[in-house]
């Protein structure tokens, strides 16, 4: 997908996390601050990586600023920016489910 527009999620509170998303020069670029960054912060990555991947995100430039959030937590506000970024209003994982849209519909999916 590609994100058109500069868009944000979440909150600076204590154990929520806000990704900033916005289009990128060429490629993925991910930055991270963490309160947790020692001890989860390649989790943290992955787990964004994975949402940007499902959601067929491969040229953005992503911030996300962790104050301890549940990985679910990061994963919603992952998907809400890129929702946000792309003009969409309704969740990618509701999206009808066609062959088309089969890599859309599963974006954000929590692991299993």
Sequence with gaps: MEILKNASAGTLESSDVYVEIEPGTGALEISLESVVENQFGEAILKAVREVLRECQVQNAVVRVVDRGA????LRAR????VLRAIGETASLRTAARTEDAQAVVDCGKEAG
Excluded: N, Q, S
């Design 70 to 73: 549940l990985e679910c937590v």
């Design 78 to 81: 992952v998907e809400t920016a």
